[in-house]
């Protein structure tokens, strides 16, 4: 007998469709069974003419939390999450303070508990104090996050060697280093050139040339350290080419956001702040360049870079462009943009489950548990109704950012069914039962 029996659905994964019915027992996925055949459940699920989706990773997000939590903290964003039909949030380690040692991981873990809506994992950062490592490691976080530009001191990989030496600490490891392609050198000169404040300056301070050699320099070093990589949100046709040329070189992935595959600088004239965040827009040209990529398959994960900040913050006047906070939501609003690139027939739903959902597990170190609709693996789904369209609109979003960049936007398919490990928790747009989300570590 199933605690739940999911029925009628057309089962999505990364490798396409399936009719199958779905039994959950003890929070997992226990059986896919030929659609129809007889089984017992305490609770049956009529989902004819849906889909069913694994529950998306998106494994790019800050949840301020702790130290910033006027701006969003684990019950809020982790309620956009559930929301949005995202049942694992991968968690960066900027908040206050960085996640860079043991004690900083244990204190984040043990602030989170009893506060998730949906899972968490934690990433660590990379501090120049390399000694910091094993301790981290033994608390199994799902990835390190390594900076090349644009951070703290303490934190900053400047050089080629810096870079290198930090990834041969992971030599031969199956941990994961994620890394933004920036150059600091590039940063430094721009900003000596350029001090108008304009739009324009913070191009110039982050242009493709620093992506594409930070793509290229995490390529070579992870390729010379025998290190496993991922590349952190790439979104110009300088990247995209440096990416699909020496990405054979290494065990690498790389991602990109929505938010890049729908605004070029232009969109800066209409939503200026809202959108201001590293890397900047790009042209059009990029855009389509980025969009190609998508298509060819060469983009192996979209993550959202879930970074809000409050509407004061974003509001307030500033000297600079640059200086206005870096960052916008996501979260909540990840699944209707990538149905807007079904709907556009940029990818299929698979490649939605591929790029949000099996790729980040597989890469993250929750192979075994997440990103897939199989026997054994967490019951975290989606119903999907393709027969009614769905709206994004800012009255509608729980980040305390209180805005999305998509407002207004119409997706074909609604979600009407979010699951985590076998107990719904969004019914029809709005949060059901208590907080049962928890911290995911790394499998070993
Ligand atoms: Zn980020």
């Known amino acids: 007998m199933f605690e739940t029996l999911i029925r009628g659905a057309t089962i999505v994964n990364a490798e396409g469709f399936e009719r199958c019915d779905v039994g959950v027992s003890d929070g997992s996925i226990a059986a896919l069974l030929p659609p ?7 609770a049956v699920v009529d989902a004819a003419g849906a889909y069913l989706l694994p529950g998306l990773v998106d494994a790019h997000a800050h949840l301020r939390d702790p130290g910033l939590t006027h701006k969003e903290d684990f019950s809020s964003g982790t309620h956009a999450a559930a929301l949005g039909g995202v049942t694992t949030v991968l968690d960066m380690p900027t908040d206050e303070p960085w996640t860079a040692t043991g004690e900083q991981l244990a204190n984040k873990m043990a ?8 899972d968490v994992g934690l990433q660590a950062v990379l501090s120049r104090d390399l000694s910091l490592i094993p301790r981290l490691l033994d608390l199994r976080p799902v990835s390190f996050e390594l900076f090349t530009a644009d951070v703290p001191d303490d934190f900053l990989f400047a050089t080629l060697d810096a870079v290198a030496e930090a990834l041969k600490a992971f030599a031969g490891s199956d941990t994961l280093i994620g890394i933004s392609p920036g150059d600091q050198s590039i940063l430094t000169g721009s900003t000596m050139r350029d001090r108008s404040g ?7 301070s982050r242009p493709p040339l620093a992506e594409a050699n930070g793509i290229a320099r995490a390529l070579v070093a992870a390729a010379s350290a025998e290190a496993r990589i991922h590349v952190r949100q790439i979104n110009s046709e300088l990247g995209v080419e440096a990416w ?3 990405r054979g070189m290494a065990d690498a992935s790389v991602e990109t956001t929505p938010q890049n595959l729908f605004f070029n600088a232009n969109d800066y004239g209409m939503q200026g702040a809202n959108l201001k965040a590293s ?7 990029d855009v389509d360049a980025l969009r190609a ?8 994960i979209v993550a959202t870079d879930h970074a809000p900040h409050t509407p004061a913050e974003k509001a307030a006047p500033y000297a600079a462009f640059a200086d206005i906070p870096g960052g916008m939501p996501g979260l909540q609003t990840l699944l209707q943009t990538m149905l807007k690139l079904v709907d556009e027939n940029l990818i299929t739903l698979p490649d939605l489950v591929r790029l949000c959902a099996r790729n980040p597990a597989e890469r993250f170190g929750l192979a075994r ?14 119903i999907l109704d393709p027969r009614h369209s769905s709206m994004i609109a800012n009255a509608d979003q729980v980040s305390r950012a209180g805005y999305t960049p998509f407002d207004g936007w119409t997706v074909q398919a609604r979600l009407t069914s979010v699951f985590l490990r076998g ?14 989300g928890t911290i995911v570590t790394r499998e070993s």
């Open 198 to 204: 304009t739009i324009a300056a913070f191009q110039a």
């Open 36 to 42: 129809g055949e007889t089984a017992s459940a305490r």
């Open 369 to 382: 548990r997440k990103g897939r609709i199989a026997t054994g693996y967490d019951a975290d789904m989606l």
């Open 423 to 436: 107990r719904e928790i969004v019914r029809e747009g709005k949060r059901i039962g208590p907080k049962i």
């Open 279 to 285: 890397p900047p827009l790009r042209s059009p040209h």
């Open 244 to 246: 699909s040329r020496l």
């Open 111 to 118: 602030t989170a508990a009893g506060r998730l809506h949906v």
């Open 293 to 300: 990529a998508l298509r060819a398959g060469l983009i192996d």
